[in-house]
């Protein structure tokens, strides 16, 4: 049968085509001809995931930011906590734990060549006496003016470092004959004089220097520099010392030294030993000065001069002091009970700047008095010139408080520092120790008779006491008698003895 529908069919017949139609009218479209949503979910879905991808996209590129900004932070943190963990936070320059790790990368690609690396420890002389007289506030800033001081004095690929307190280290590389002069050159800088808050400073310096060699370690090397720098400090001129293996010998002495002193400290170990002051015009005995000495467990007699630096650097000739005037004054209060000595007897005890420095140093000397209920007249104190010289608050207050407690106070070693008149007449002591370099050719030297004598004006104008010291000759003697002074001490009349020969010698005089 032919499609009626088809073109080219050879007779449409219209009846069928009405037919056709008819029925396709009578159809229910509703449930037949039902449309289709699955390309409407589907694009749902689509824009869905595009929406979500868009979104993911947006956050991913927050977070990316984020983590980004993170990361930075964290590795400027990072940054700064290094910084901080390798820099001196008072001057900015490095701190010891960057010196090292410099020290030791040196270390590892040392070459043999003409430029020789060096480590050079400086350490400040007046330091400390600055901090006690201005306060930390001015001693914070005398380090960082010395902390520029010494950038500008070295080249910017050097090390400076401050390695805590009053204590630098300088790392260079350099010609070994340089090493010296730029040392010099170093401490020069450092001895300059300097203005902080209107108070003029010279906190002077002292310079270790050691070359690094393949067979050093880092803390060998510092070892070995901070050892020449203590040298160079303990020395009266010469401030810039290259180290040299003895020095490390005399070290391990001292360190020696330091740890017997501790254990002798409160025994039998250590004794005075008194040496007469004399008067001239009968050559009584008017007083004696309390030497300290030490007899040492397994050396013998040991020098004072070999360990009171030590005692003093280490902060027990505070102890030794008040130690040294508990027997001092015992063994005056048996001499007066005898009868050995008389009301005018004075004991003369040294101490040192260090105790004028402690506010309880003058109830630690009125306690002792009185433990051993002896007047304040029997005693007499004596501390060096120079030590004297800053005549800060402290010192002042100490002083003041022995003069009101009726203690003398001597200059010892005058005419060796830097004596003025002002200085003289505004200290509160009470007499000078004129110092033996001016009187050993007083017999025969005009010149020294006369500079002897102008001393001797000196002190009279400023109305103090006066005792000669370090007389060995009768022609001294004589020419001091006819010069007008009236109390001396020295080998001519007696050396140094332990306290039991002191007292037979009292007994032979009497």
């Not at 070459?111 to 930390?136: Q, R, Y």
């Not at 200290?427 to 050993?440: C, E, M, Q, Y």
């Amino acid at each position: 049968m032919t499609d009626p529908w088809v073109p080219g069919s050879d007779e449409p017949r219209i009846p069928q085509i009405v037919d056709a139609i008819l029925r396709i009218a009578d159809m229910d479209f509703e449930t037949s001809i039902h449309p289709s949503s699955r390309r409407d979910e589907i694009d749902a879905i689509i824009m869905g995931i595009n929406a979500m991808a868009s979104e993911l996209q947006s956050t991913y590129s927050t977070l990316d930011r984020r983590v980004s900004e993170r990361t930075r932070l964290l590795e400027a943190a990072r940054d700064r906590m290094e910084e901080l963990a390798y820099t001196d936070p008072l001057t900015n320059l490095a701190n010891r734990s960057a010196l090292m790790g410099e020290i030791e990368e040196m270390l590892e690609d040392l070459e043999d060549n003409d430029s020789a690396p060096f480590l050079m420890l400086l350490d400040l002389d007046a330091f400390k006496s600055i901090n006690d007289t201005h306060g930390h506030a001015v001693g914070d800033k005398v380090l960082r003016q010395l902390a520029e001081r010494l950038r500008n004095c070295v080249r910017t690929e050097d090390v400076v470092a401050r390695l805590g307190g009053d204590e630098f280290a300088i790392l260079v590389r350099m010609p070994e004959h340089s090493a010296t002069s730029v040392g010099r050159r170093i401490v020069a800088a450092m001895n300059e004089d300097m203005v902080i808050d209107d108070i003029h400073l010279s906190p002077g310096a002292s310079l270790g220097i050691v070359r690094a060699t393949s067979a050093h370690t880092g803390d060998g090397l510092v070892l070995e520099a901070d050892t020449a720098m203590y040298v160079a400090k303990r020395s009266g001129s010469e401030k810039v010392v290259e180290f040299e293996p003895f020095m490390l010998f005399e070290r391990r002495e001292k360190a020696e030294m330091l740890a017997d002193l501790r254990q002798a400290l409160g025994t039998e170990q250590f004794f005075p030993a008194y040496q007469a002051v004399i008067s001239l015009d009968d050559e009584r005995i008017v007083g004696a000065e309390a030497l300290v000495r030490w007899q040492r467990a397994g050396y013998g007699l040991v020098r004072p001069d070999e360990f009171l630096p030590t005692a003093e650097a280490s902060g027990m000739v505070g102890a030794l002091t008040e130690y040294m005037l508990e027997k001092a004054l015992e063994d005056v209060k048996k001499w007066r009970a005898s009868n050995l000595v008389d009301g005018g007897f004075r004991v003369h005890l040294n101490v040192t700047s260090r105790e004028l420095h402690d506010l309880r140093f003058a109830d630690v000397v009125r306690n002792a008095l009185r433990k051993h209920g002896l007047p304040s007249s029997v005693l007499a104190l004596e501390i060096t010139e120079n030590r004297l010289m800053s005549g800060d608050n402290l010192h002042r207050y100490t002083l003041l408080a022995l003069q009101k407690m009726g203690v003398e106070v001597f200059i010892d070693d005058f005419g060796t520092g830097y004596s003025s008149i002002s200085y003289l007449r505004q200290l509160p002591v009470t007499g000078a120790k004129i110092d033996k370099s001016f009187i050993d050719d007083v017999a025969l030297d005009p010149k020294q008779e006369a500079l002897l004598r102008a001393i001797s004006d000196l002190i009279t104008a400023c109305e103090l006491k006066c005792i000669v010291e370090g007389v060995e000759t009768v022609e001294q003697s004589k020419k001091l008698k006819a010069m007008g002074f009236t109390t001396v001490q020295g080998f001519l009349y007696a050396r140094p003895m332990d306290a039991a020969e002191f007292e037979k010698t009292l007994l032979r005089r009497c």
